[in-house]
Protein backbone atom coordinates (compact mmCIF):
# COMPACT_ATOMS: atom_id res chain seq x y z
CA UNK A 1 0.00 0.00 0.00
CA UNK A 2 0.81 3.46 -1.06
CA UNK A 3 2.43 5.66 1.81
CA UNK A 4 -0.68 7.99 3.77
CA UNK A 5 0.19 11.74 2.80
CA UNK A 6 -1.68 14.84 3.71
CA UNK A 7 -3.87 16.94 0.64
CA UNK A 8 -2.00 19.45 0.60
CA UNK A 9 -0.01 22.24 2.39
CA UNK A 10 -2.92 23.47 4.32
CA UNK A 11 -3.41 20.06 5.81
CA UNK A 12 -0.02 19.86 6.81
CA UNK A 13 0.23 22.98 8.20
CA UNK A 14 -2.68 22.48 10.42
CA UNK A 15 -2.07 19.03 11.54
CA UNK A 16 0.86 20.61 12.45
CA UNK A 17 -0.25 23.42 14.26
CA UNK A 18 -3.03 21.36 15.60
CA UNK A 19 -0.50 18.89 17.66
CA UNK A 20 1.61 22.37 18.94
CA UNK A 21 -1.53 24.38 20.06
CA UNK A 22 -2.86 22.56 23.01
CA UNK A 23 -2.72 22.16 27.01
CA UNK A 24 1.03 23.06 26.82
CA UNK A 25 -0.77 26.83 25.63
CA UNK A 26 -3.79 27.12 27.49
CA UNK A 27 -3.20 25.38 30.34
CA UNK A 28 0.83 24.62 31.25
CA UNK A 29 1.59 28.11 29.49
CA UNK A 30 0.12 30.63 32.00
CA UNK A 31 0.27 28.49 34.81
CA UNK A 32 3.94 28.72 34.14
CA UNK A 33 4.12 32.39 33.26
CA UNK A 34 2.14 33.17 36.44
CA UNK A 35 4.68 30.80 38.66
CA UNK A 36 8.19 32.07 37.01
CA UNK A 37 7.77 35.84 37.44
CA UNK A 38 4.86 36.92 34.45
CA UNK A 39 6.62 38.71 31.87
CA UNK A 40 9.95 38.02 32.83
CA UNK A 41 9.47 34.51 31.74
CA UNK A 42 7.75 35.59 28.76
CA UNK A 43 10.44 37.25 28.16
CA UNK A 44 13.07 34.44 28.45
CA UNK A 45 10.93 31.95 26.71
CA UNK A 46 10.30 33.58 23.57
CA UNK A 47 14.02 33.69 23.23
CA UNK A 48 14.06 30.31 23.47
CA UNK A 49 10.94 29.50 21.27
CA UNK A 50 13.44 31.20 18.64
CA UNK A 51 16.41 29.66 19.15
CA UNK A 52 15.86 26.46 20.39
CA UNK A 53 12.29 25.77 19.11
CA UNK A 54 11.64 26.78 15.86
CA UNK A 55 14.84 25.41 14.17
CA UNK A 56 14.35 22.32 16.36
CA UNK A 57 11.08 21.67 14.65
CA UNK A 58 12.59 22.40 11.07
CA UNK A 59 15.36 19.45 12.38
CA UNK A 60 12.32 17.12 12.41
CA UNK A 61 10.45 18.50 9.77
CA UNK A 62 13.64 18.20 7.57
CA UNK A 63 14.40 14.26 8.77
CA UNK A 64 10.50 13.50 8.06
CA UNK A 65 10.41 14.69 4.76
CA UNK A 66 13.67 13.64 3.65
CA UNK A 67 12.85 10.07 5.00
CA UNK A 68 9.13 9.36 4.25
CA UNK A 69 8.95 7.55 8.00
CA UNK A 70 8.41 7.42 11.16
CA UNK A 71 10.94 8.32 13.59
CA UNK A 72 12.80 4.79 13.97
CA UNK A 73 12.75 4.13 10.24
CA UNK A 74 13.79 7.54 9.96
CA UNK A 75 17.23 7.50 11.90
CA UNK A 76 17.60 3.91 10.69
CA UNK A 77 17.43 4.56 6.88
CA UNK A 78 19.17 7.84 6.63
CA UNK A 79 22.21 6.88 8.53
CA UNK A 80 22.19 3.00 7.41
CA UNK A 81 22.73 2.24 11.18
CA UNK A 82 20.41 -0.18 13.35
CA UNK A 83 21.72 1.92 16.28
CA UNK A 84 20.01 5.34 14.76
CA UNK A 85 17.46 3.18 14.50
CA UNK A 86 17.27 2.24 18.54
CA UNK A 87 17.47 6.34 19.03
CA UNK A 88 14.52 6.85 17.20
CA UNK A 89 12.48 4.59 19.74
CA UNK A 90 12.79 7.27 21.77
CA UNK A 91 9.67 8.59 20.15
CA UNK A 92 7.88 5.72 20.97
CA UNK A 93 8.78 6.10 24.81
CA UNK A 94 7.51 9.91 24.04
CA UNK A 95 4.58 9.05 22.95
CA UNK A 96 3.27 6.85 25.25
CA UNK A 97 4.58 8.85 28.50
CA UNK A 98 2.67 12.06 27.07
CA UNK A 99 -0.45 10.29 26.29
CA UNK A 100 -0.22 8.96 29.59
CA UNK A 101 -0.75 12.12 31.81
CA UNK A 102 -2.00 14.14 28.63
CA UNK A 103 -5.53 11.97 28.14
CA UNK A 104 -6.05 12.49 32.06
CA UNK A 105 -5.88 16.39 31.92
CA UNK A 106 -8.10 15.91 28.26
CA UNK A 107 -10.24 14.22 30.76
CA UNK A 108 -10.88 16.85 33.41
CA UNK A 109 -11.22 19.00 30.76
CA UNK A 110 -14.41 16.88 29.04
CA UNK A 111 -15.67 16.37 32.72
CA UNK A 112 -15.81 20.43 32.83
CA UNK A 113 -17.34 20.61 29.61
CA UNK A 114 -20.17 18.05 29.95
CA UNK A 115 -21.26 19.77 33.20
CA UNK A 116 -21.32 23.34 31.93
CA UNK A 117 -24.80 23.48 31.05
CA UNK A 118 -26.15 23.03 33.79
CA UNK A 119 -23.21 24.59 35.94
CA UNK A 120 -23.00 21.06 37.93
CA UNK A 121 -19.33 22.14 39.21
CA UNK A 122 -20.07 25.53 39.67
CA UNK A 123 -20.52 25.01 43.68
CA UNK A 124 -17.30 23.37 44.00
CA UNK A 125 -15.08 23.86 40.84
CA UNK A 126 -11.34 22.26 42.40
CA UNK A 127 -13.18 18.76 42.57
CA UNK A 128 -13.63 18.29 39.10
CA UNK A 129 -9.93 18.97 38.18
CA UNK A 130 -6.15 18.74 39.57
CA UNK A 131 -5.30 18.93 43.15
CA UNK A 132 -7.93 16.61 44.65
CA UNK A 133 -9.87 15.35 41.27
CA UNK A 134 -7.64 12.04 41.08
CA UNK A 135 -9.72 8.67 41.27
CA UNK A 136 -12.71 6.65 39.54
CA UNK A 137 -14.40 9.54 37.84
CA UNK A 138 -10.85 11.45 36.18
CA UNK A 139 -10.18 7.61 35.36
CA UNK A 140 -13.55 7.37 33.48
CA UNK A 141 -13.22 10.78 31.65
CA UNK A 142 -9.58 9.82 30.45
CA UNK A 143 -10.96 6.76 29.01
CA UNK A 144 -13.50 9.12 26.88
CA UNK A 145 -10.60 11.11 25.93
CA UNK A 146 -8.49 8.66 24.58
CA UNK A 147 -11.45 6.88 22.88
CA UNK A 148 -12.08 10.40 21.03
CA UNK A 149 -8.47 10.61 20.20
CA UNK A 150 -8.28 7.10 18.71
CA UNK A 151 -11.29 7.57 16.74
CA UNK A 152 -9.75 10.15 14.97
CA UNK A 153 -6.46 8.15 14.00
CA UNK A 154 -8.25 5.34 13.45
CA UNK A 155 -9.30 7.25 10.10
CA UNK A 156 -5.89 7.66 8.79
CA UNK A 157 -3.85 10.63 7.82
CA UNK A 158 -6.24 12.19 5.33
CA UNK A 159 -9.76 11.01 6.67
CA UNK A 160 -8.84 11.03 10.08
CA UNK A 161 -6.20 13.73 11.34
CA UNK A 162 -6.09 15.83 8.39
CA UNK A 163 -9.95 16.00 8.51
CA UNK A 164 -10.57 16.63 11.83
CA UNK A 165 -7.30 19.05 12.48
CA UNK A 166 -8.14 21.23 9.59
CA UNK A 167 -11.86 21.86 11.18
CA UNK A 168 -10.57 22.06 14.80
CA UNK A 169 -8.08 25.15 14.37
CA UNK A 170 -10.12 27.44 13.01
CA UNK A 171 -12.66 26.92 15.61
CA UNK A 172 -10.09 27.24 18.18
CA UNK A 173 -8.41 30.19 16.58
CA UNK A 174 -11.71 32.20 15.99
CA UNK A 175 -13.10 31.29 19.53
CA UNK A 176 -10.22 32.12 21.42
CA UNK A 177 -10.38 35.57 19.85
CA UNK A 178 -14.26 36.34 20.58
CA UNK A 179 -13.17 35.06 23.86
CA UNK A 180 -10.87 37.71 24.55
CA UNK A 181 -12.38 40.18 23.30
CA UNK A 182 -15.36 39.24 25.75
CA UNK A 183 -13.60 38.89 28.60
CA UNK A 184 -11.83 42.53 27.84
CA UNK A 185 -15.30 44.10 29.08
CA UNK A 186 -14.86 42.03 32.70
CA UNK A 187 -14.31 44.05 35.66
CA UNK A 188 -10.78 43.28 36.49
CA UNK A 189 -9.51 43.19 32.98
CA UNK A 190 -6.93 45.91 33.28
CA UNK A 191 -5.76 44.41 36.57
CA UNK A 192 -5.25 41.16 34.48
CA UNK A 193 -3.23 42.68 31.92
CA UNK A 194 -1.09 44.40 34.13
CA UNK A 195 -0.02 41.66 36.35
CA UNK A 196 -0.02 39.22 32.86
CA UNK A 197 1.97 41.80 30.80
CA UNK A 198 4.19 43.81 33.52
CA UNK A 199 7.75 43.49 33.35
CA UNK A 200 9.03 42.04 36.62
CA UNK A 201 13.26 42.37 36.20
CA UNK A 202 14.06 40.94 40.15
CA UNK A 203 12.24 37.70 39.37
CA UNK A 204 14.51 36.53 36.51
CA UNK A 205 17.45 37.98 38.78
CA UNK A 206 16.26 35.80 41.75
CA UNK A 207 16.07 32.47 39.76
CA UNK A 208 17.51 32.81 36.04
CA UNK A 209 18.45 29.24 35.73
CA UNK A 210 15.30 27.82 37.38
CA UNK A 211 13.69 30.51 34.50
CA UNK A 212 15.82 29.24 31.89
CA UNK A 213 14.36 25.44 32.52
CA UNK A 214 11.10 26.05 32.98
CA UNK A 215 11.19 28.02 29.43
CA UNK A 216 13.55 25.55 27.69
CA UNK A 217 10.86 22.28 28.78
CA UNK A 218 7.75 24.70 28.22
CA UNK A 219 8.92 25.63 24.50
CA UNK A 220 9.85 22.10 23.71
CA UNK A 221 6.84 20.93 24.92
CA UNK A 222 4.42 23.43 23.49
CA UNK A 223 5.99 23.29 20.20
CA UNK A 224 5.95 19.46 20.07
CA UNK A 225 9.45 18.87 19.57
CA UNK A 226 11.49 16.37 20.29
CA UNK A 227 8.57 13.70 20.10
CA UNK A 228 9.23 12.88 16.97
CA UNK A 229 5.67 13.54 16.43
CA UNK A 230 6.90 16.17 13.99
CA UNK A 231 9.16 13.28 11.75
CA UNK A 232 6.02 11.69 11.74
CA UNK A 233 3.85 14.65 10.06
CA UNK A 234 6.63 15.80 8.37
CA UNK A 235 6.72 12.55 6.53
CA UNK A 236 3.41 12.60 5.46
CA UNK A 237 4.67 15.70 3.02
CA UNK A 238 5.82 14.23 -0.87
CA UNK A 239 5.84 17.19 -2.35
CA UNK A 240 8.30 20.40 -2.63
CA UNK A 241 7.51 22.97 -0.07
CA UNK A 242 9.20 25.22 1.68
CA UNK A 243 9.60 23.36 5.18
CA UNK A 244 11.39 26.37 7.07
CA UNK A 245 8.22 28.70 5.92
CA UNK A 246 6.01 26.26 7.88
CA UNK A 247 7.87 25.81 10.79
CA UNK A 248 7.56 29.30 11.00
CA UNK A 249 4.02 29.57 10.51
CA UNK A 250 3.47 26.67 13.22
CA UNK A 251 5.63 29.03 15.70
CA UNK A 252 4.02 31.60 14.94
CA UNK A 253 0.06 30.68 15.30
CA UNK A 254 1.65 28.66 18.93
CA UNK A 255 2.64 31.28 20.03
CA UNK A 256 -0.21 33.74 18.94
CA UNK A 257 -2.61 30.63 21.10
CA UNK A 258 -0.55 31.34 23.64
CA UNK A 259 -0.67 34.68 24.36
CA UNK A 260 -4.02 34.92 23.42
CA UNK A 261 -4.71 32.08 26.41
CA UNK A 262 -2.96 34.34 28.70
CA UNK A 263 -5.64 37.53 27.75
CA UNK A 264 -8.62 34.75 28.19
CA UNK A 265 -7.40 33.11 31.42
CA UNK A 266 -6.32 35.88 33.47
CA UNK A 267 -9.39 38.22 33.10
CA UNK A 268 -11.83 35.55 33.43
CA UNK A 269 -9.60 34.80 36.91
CA UNK A 270 -9.54 38.42 38.43
CA UNK A 271 -12.90 38.61 37.20
CA UNK A 272 -13.25 36.88 40.64
CA UNK A 273 -13.00 38.46 43.75
CA UNK A 274 -10.22 37.42 45.89
CA UNK A 275 -9.30 34.79 43.43
CA UNK A 276 -5.63 33.76 44.27
CA UNK A 277 -3.50 33.90 40.62
CA UNK A 278 -0.88 32.67 42.06
CA UNK A 279 -1.62 29.26 43.61
CA UNK A 280 0.62 27.11 42.32
CA UNK A 281 0.06 23.30 41.28
CA UNK A 282 -1.74 21.99 38.34
CA UNK A 283 -5.15 22.78 37.68
CA UNK A 284 -5.16 25.86 39.85
CA UNK A 285 -5.74 27.91 36.80
CA UNK A 286 -8.65 26.06 34.99
CA UNK A 287 -10.32 25.94 38.56
CA UNK A 288 -10.08 29.64 38.91
CA UNK A 289 -11.81 29.76 35.81
CA UNK A 290 -14.31 27.13 36.47
CA UNK A 291 -15.06 29.44 39.69
CA UNK A 292 -15.25 32.47 37.28
CA UNK A 293 -17.86 31.10 35.05
CA UNK A 294 -19.97 30.62 38.22
CA UNK A 295 -20.12 34.21 39.33
CA UNK A 296 -20.68 35.79 35.52
CA UNK A 297 -23.88 36.50 33.57
CA UNK A 298 -24.46 33.72 31.01
CA UNK A 299 -21.66 31.74 32.61
CA UNK A 300 -22.85 28.42 31.71
CA UNK A 301 -22.89 28.88 27.84
CA UNK A 302 -19.30 31.02 28.33
CA UNK A 303 -18.29 27.80 29.92
CA UNK A 304 -18.94 25.51 28.02
CA UNK A 305 -17.40 27.42 24.83
CA UNK A 306 -14.50 28.10 26.84
CA UNK A 307 -13.89 24.45 27.41
CA UNK A 308 -15.04 22.93 24.12
CA UNK A 309 -11.88 25.09 22.83
CA UNK A 310 -9.67 23.76 25.17
CA UNK A 311 -10.68 20.41 24.54
CA UNK A 312 -10.58 20.44 20.46
CA UNK A 313 -6.88 22.36 20.96
CA UNK A 314 -6.26 19.16 23.53
CA UNK A 315 -7.56 16.44 21.12
CA UNK A 316 -5.83 17.77 18.19
CA UNK A 317 -2.53 17.04 20.30
CA UNK A 318 -3.06 13.82 21.93
CA UNK A 319 -4.06 12.77 18.10
CA UNK A 320 -0.60 13.40 17.23
CA UNK A 321 1.05 11.34 20.29
CA UNK A 322 -1.27 8.58 19.48
CA UNK A 323 -0.34 8.87 15.61
CA UNK A 324 4.01 8.63 16.76
CA UNK A 325 3.51 5.10 18.02
CA UNK A 326 0.86 4.09 15.22
CA UNK A 327 2.76 5.42 12.73
CA UNK A 328 6.32 3.18 13.99
CA UNK A 329 3.69 0.20 14.34
CA UNK A 330 2.34 0.80 10.79
CA UNK A 331 6.02 1.17 9.33
CA UNK A 332 7.80 -1.04 11.27
CA UNK A 333 5.66 -3.93 12.75
CA UNK A 334 3.56 -4.54 10.17
CA UNK A 335 0.90 -3.87 11.66
CA UNK A 336 -2.48 -2.36 9.98
CA UNK A 337 -3.54 1.31 11.14
CA UNK A 338 -6.55 -0.48 12.56
CA UNK A 339 -4.76 -2.85 14.75
CA UNK A 340 -2.13 -0.38 16.25
CA UNK A 341 -5.08 1.80 17.90
CA UNK A 342 -6.48 -0.43 19.63
CA UNK A 343 -3.40 -1.82 20.02
CA UNK A 344 -1.84 1.39 22.22
CA UNK A 345 -5.39 2.44 22.90
CA UNK A 346 -5.32 -0.26 25.04
CA UNK A 347 -1.50 0.46 27.07
CA UNK A 348 -2.57 3.96 27.05
CA UNK A 349 -5.70 2.70 28.92
CA UNK A 350 -3.78 1.14 31.65
CA UNK A 351 -1.01 3.66 31.87
CA UNK A 352 -3.20 6.41 31.75
CA UNK A 353 -5.82 5.40 34.51
CA UNK A 354 -2.81 4.84 36.54
CA UNK A 355 -1.56 8.59 36.28
CA UNK A 356 -5.21 9.59 37.08
CA UNK A 357 -5.79 7.45 40.18
CA UNK A 358 -1.96 8.99 41.25
CA UNK A 359 -0.89 12.22 41.70
CA UNK A 360 2.74 11.30 42.26
CA UNK A 361 3.07 9.51 38.75
CA UNK A 362 0.78 12.05 37.04
CA UNK A 363 3.15 14.95 38.17
CA UNK A 364 6.28 13.12 37.55
CA UNK A 365 5.41 12.03 34.11
CA UNK A 366 3.92 16.19 33.14
CA UNK A 367 6.73 16.99 35.02
CA UNK A 368 10.44 15.74 35.08
CA UNK A 369 9.86 12.72 32.83
CA UNK A 370 8.37 14.84 29.89
CA UNK A 371 10.82 17.12 30.08
CA UNK A 372 14.06 14.92 30.38
CA UNK A 373 12.54 12.37 27.35
CA UNK A 374 11.92 15.51 24.88
CA UNK A 375 14.75 17.09 25.58
CA UNK A 376 16.84 13.65 25.06
CA UNK A 377 14.92 13.32 21.92
CA UNK A 378 15.47 16.67 20.17
CA UNK A 379 19.26 16.44 21.37
CA UNK A 380 19.43 13.17 19.29
CA UNK A 381 17.03 14.75 16.25
CA UNK A 382 19.12 17.87 15.96
CA UNK A 383 22.58 16.24 16.01
CA UNK A 384 21.52 13.87 13.72
CA UNK A 385 20.41 16.36 11.34
CA UNK A 386 23.37 18.30 11.43
CA UNK A 387 26.04 15.63 11.38
CA UNK A 388 24.73 12.90 10.12
CA UNK A 389 22.34 13.78 7.58
CA UNK A 390 25.04 16.88 6.93
CA UNK A 391 24.32 18.22 3.57
CA UNK A 392 21.42 16.14 2.66
CA UNK A 393 19.64 18.24 5.57
CA UNK A 394 20.72 21.24 4.04
CA UNK A 395 19.49 20.08 0.53
CA UNK A 396 16.15 19.24 2.31
CA UNK A 397 16.12 22.67 4.05
CA UNK A 398 16.12 24.74 0.47
CA UNK A 399 13.98 22.16 -1.21
CA UNK A 400 10.99 24.09 -2.54
CA UNK A 401 12.33 27.44 -0.96
CA UNK A 402 13.76 30.58 -2.68
CA UNK A 403 16.85 30.35 -0.38
CA UNK A 404 20.63 30.15 -1.57
CA UNK A 405 22.07 27.80 1.15
CA UNK A 406 23.37 30.53 3.12
CA UNK A 407 20.33 30.27 5.51
CA UNK A 408 20.40 26.70 5.43
CA UNK A 409 23.92 27.20 6.73
CA UNK A 410 23.30 29.50 9.45
CA UNK A 411 20.65 27.25 10.60
CA UNK A 412 23.06 23.93 10.51
CA UNK A 413 25.53 25.69 12.49
CA UNK A 414 22.75 26.51 15.34
CA UNK A 415 21.30 22.94 15.46
CA UNK A 416 24.60 21.51 14.74
CA UNK A 417 26.87 23.47 17.18
CA UNK A 418 25.04 25.95 19.82
CA UNK A 419 21.80 23.56 20.23
CA UNK A 420 23.01 20.47 21.42
CA UNK A 421 25.10 21.64 24.48
CA UNK A 422 22.36 23.71 25.75
CA UNK A 423 20.14 21.23 25.30
CA UNK A 424 22.79 18.96 27.02
CA UNK A 425 23.00 21.41 30.02
CA UNK A 426 19.32 21.77 30.72
CA UNK A 427 19.54 18.37 31.02
CA UNK A 428 22.29 18.31 33.41
CA UNK A 429 21.14 21.04 35.61
CA UNK A 430 17.92 18.77 35.23
CA UNK A 431 19.28 15.89 36.58
CA UNK A 432 21.36 17.72 39.88
CA UNK A 433 17.86 19.41 40.63
CA UNK A 434 16.30 16.17 40.84
CA UNK A 435 18.51 14.48 42.67
CA UNK A 436 18.50 17.28 45.32
CA UNK A 437 22.12 19.15 44.67
CA UNK A 438 21.86 22.65 44.99
CA UNK A 439 24.37 24.44 42.91
CA UNK A 440 24.12 27.80 44.41
CA UNK A 441 26.81 29.60 42.51
CA UNK A 442 25.10 28.86 39.34
CA UNK A 443 21.92 31.29 40.59
CA UNK A 444 23.78 33.80 38.37
CA UNK A 445 21.98 37.15 39.79
CA UNK A 446 23.11 38.62 36.04
N1 LIG B 1 2.35 20.80 21.99
C1 LIG B 1 1.32 20.22 22.80
C2 LIG B 1 0.77 21.27 23.73
O1 LIG B 1 1.27 22.39 23.77
O2 LIG B 1 -0.18 20.97 24.45
C3 LIG B 1 1.81 19.02 23.58
C4 LIG B 1 2.56 18.02 22.77
C5 LIG B 1 1.95 17.38 21.70
C6 LIG B 1 3.87 17.72 23.07
C7 LIG B 1 2.66 16.45 20.94
C8 LIG B 1 4.60 16.81 22.34
C9 LIG B 1 3.97 16.17 21.27
F1 LIG B 1 4.64 15.30 20.58
NA1 LIG C 1 1.62 24.22 22.36
Same mark, same amino acid.
Given at each position: MARESWTGRIGFVLAAAGSAV??????????????NGGSAFLLVYLGIVLAVGVPG???????????????????????????????GLLSVVAGLVLLSFYSVVGGWILRYLVASPTGAYFDNPGAYFGAISFGPTAAAFHVLFLALTAGVVYG?????????????????????????????????ASEAYTFYLSFDLDAIQASFLDIVLAAAGQALFTLSVGAGTMITYASYVAEDRSLPADAT?????????????????????????? !??? %?????????? $?? +?? #???? @????????????????????????????????YLVDER??????????????????????AFTPELFEALAGPVVDFVLTTGLFAFVVFAAWVLG?? !??? %?????????? $?? +?? #???? @?????????LAFTLLVGVFELLGVTLPSWQLGL
Amino acid at each position: MARESWTGRIGFVLAAAGSAVGLGNLWRFPWMTAENGGSAFLLVYLGIVLAVGVPGLLAEFVIGRRSQKSPVGALRDLSGSRNWGHVGLLSVVAGLVLLSFYSVVGGWILRYLVASPTGAYFDNPGAYFGAISFGPTAAAFHVLFLALTAGVVYGGVRDGIERATTVMMPIVFLALIGLSVWVSGLSGASEAYTFYLSFDLDAIQASFLDIVLAAAGQALFTLSVGAGTMITYASYVAEDRSLPADATLVAVLNTAVGVLAGLVVFPLLFSTPG !ADV %ETSGPGALFV $GV +AR #AFSE @LPVGRLAAFGFFAVVALAALSSSISMLEIVVAYLVDERDRSRQEAVVGVGAVVLVTGTASAFTPELFEALAGPVVDFVLTTGLFAFVVFAAWVLGGD !AID %EFVRGTQFSS $GL +AD #AWRL @LVGVVIPPFLAFTLLVGVFELLGVTLPSWQLGL
